[in-house]
């Protein structure tokens, strides 16, 4: 039987998404076709939320422009040099390769882990995109603030609507996903663009030394408030190359990227940080340091601070780039939850359980107001399974220890995943709640210790 046939063969067997076989030939993309989505991940909601929070946070300008520069192209060669050649080889969601070493029981406990943190940030999307939607009927909200939007009920509804119409669009799969992303991001980047300029003329800003004074201002002003904070040089470094940790260190996009035909899927990303990583995050903190200047506002609300700038474009620009960044998420949380499911169900049922977990969270709009601790926790805790699937990939024939342990034993539970998974994710978590270690500064000591523990526990235990 040639390789045709045998694609043919799996594709009448296959049902969802592929999410227990390899990607047939058949279905595989060109690099290009990941650019559209990475653009419109990462060029999307999060960046209204989190460039103002650099601002806020007394990050100069100068350092901004620079960090980002080092740390975007730092988090692009990871996704072609870490993550690609193991999608392309394998061609199998991260759960499924996860389930072929841990074991079935042991990756239920690491997909509920892995789809409740990617629901807190899709939650956070949807209430970037209800912000929009609520700015013409007078529904607002304030962040940070610790607020909850359960005491709207008006903004409750509208975060419940928003929400399940992402998870419908979600739930139909990866090419409608992919579909949605090609078509929305070109445009969204230009609103951006548009939005940082209009802020620029807001602020009458003539020079770069004028800008640098405006940015100070809005710096002062803000603290003046919230109290005075540092987000030096390194840690915008850290922090944009692994905001995304979770999906490069952690390998969560062995789920996308198997969609790949070969390895420069891996440069998909590169679209997503310049012009959303970069530029996006910058106008969008633009966007703040005009309404400090213009209102003396120093509310980051994606929907107010879209409509100041660019009016009703600004409006649907939210909406879709929340939408855009909260679609592939919830595809991503929804297959994690497949676990949980019979194995005969439709992919669809993790998703829309991924979905109404994610509206539900969304609900709290304090939450988007803490991204920038989010993103750096859900990378420490769910990167070091990525080193565990690198040294399984790279490592374990080399050093004489059994490949795809669970699966060749028939066990469903390997405890060397577990201990070194657990064990690095256990000491980071105490360096950051109990010793204040900004969350991103975790990440990469705690991929190293899981993947090095795993070599060790593994040459010792018994086959």
């Not at 940030?121 to 970037?128: D, N, P, Q, R």
């Not at 710096?219 to 999906?247: E, H, P, R, T, Y």
Request: net charge positive; aromatic share 12%; charged share 10%.
């Amino acid at each position: 039987m040639d390789q045709n046939n045998i694609d043919e063969v799996i594709e009448q067997l296959e049902v969802g998404e592929f999410e227990r076989t390899p990607v047939p030939s058949s279905k595989l993309k060109g690099w290009k076709s990941f650019l559209g989505m990475y653009a419109g991940e990462h060029a999307a909601g999060t960046e209204f939320m989190i460039g103002p929070l650099f601002l806020a946070a007394g990050a100069s300008l100068k350092d901004l422009a620079v960090g980002l520069l080092l740390g975007n192209i730092l988090a692009i060669l990871t996704w072609r040099y870490l993550v690609a050649p193991i999608a392309v080889s394998s061609k199998l969601t991260l759960y499924y390769q996860l389930e072929k070493i841990a074991g079935k029981h042991l990756v239920k406990v690491y997909n509920v882990v892995n789809g409740v943190l990617f629901c807190f940030l899709a939650g956070a999307m949807i209430t970037v995109s209800a912000s929009a939607v609520g700015i013409p009927f007078n529904i607002n909200f304030t962040v940070p603030e610790n607020i909850f939007g359960l005491s709207t009920p008006a903004f409750s509804t509208i975060v419940i609507i928003v929400g399940l119409v992402m998870t419908v669009v979600a739930a139909a799969g990866y090419n409608t996903v992919s579909k949605f992303a090609n078509i929305a991001a070109p445009w969204m980047i230009v609103v951006f663009a548009a939005c940082g300029l209009s802020a620029l003329t807001q602020m009458e800003v003539t020079s770069w030394d004028s800008l640098v004074a405006e940015w100070n201002k809005g710096i002062g002003v803000v603290q003046s408030i919230n109290g005075k904070q540092d987000f030096g040089f390194w840690k915008i470094v850290i922090f944009s190359w692994l905001c995304n940790a979770a999906m490069h260190f952690g390998m969560a996009d062995l789920t996308i990227m198997r969609f790949a035909k070969d390895s420069r899927a891996g440069w998909g990303p590169s679209i997503g940080m310049f012009l959303g990583h970069y530029m996006a995050w910058i106008c969008a903190s633009f966007m703040l340091a005009a309404q400090i200047k213009l209102t003396g506002d120093i509310s980051a609300n994606p929907g107010a601070l879209a409509w100041s700038a660019v009016g009703w474009t600004g409006i649907i620009c939210v909406i879709v780039a929340g939408w855009t960044t909260a679609n592939p998420t919830i595809y991503r949380a929804g297959l994690a939850f497949q676990s949980l499911f019979p194995s005969n169900s439709k992919t669809y049922s993790g998703v829309i359980l991924a979905g109404l977990v994610a509206t539900a969270a969304g609900i709290f709009p304090a939450l988007s107001g803490k991204l920038l601790d989010f993103v750096g926790l859900y990378g420490t805790i769910l990167g070091p399974m990525g080193g565990v699937i690198f040294v399984n990939h790279y490592l374990a024939k080399k050093m004489n220890f059994i490949q795809n342990y669970a699966d060749e034993k028939r066990t469903g539970f390997n405890l060397a995943v577990l201990l070194a998974w657990v064990i690095p994710v256990a000491l980071g978590l105490f360096f950051i709640f109990e010793k204040g270690v900004f969350a991103a500064y975790a990440v990469i000591p705690c991929w190293i210790a899981s993947s090095a523990l795993y070599v060790i526990i593994m040459k010792f235990q018994k086959s």
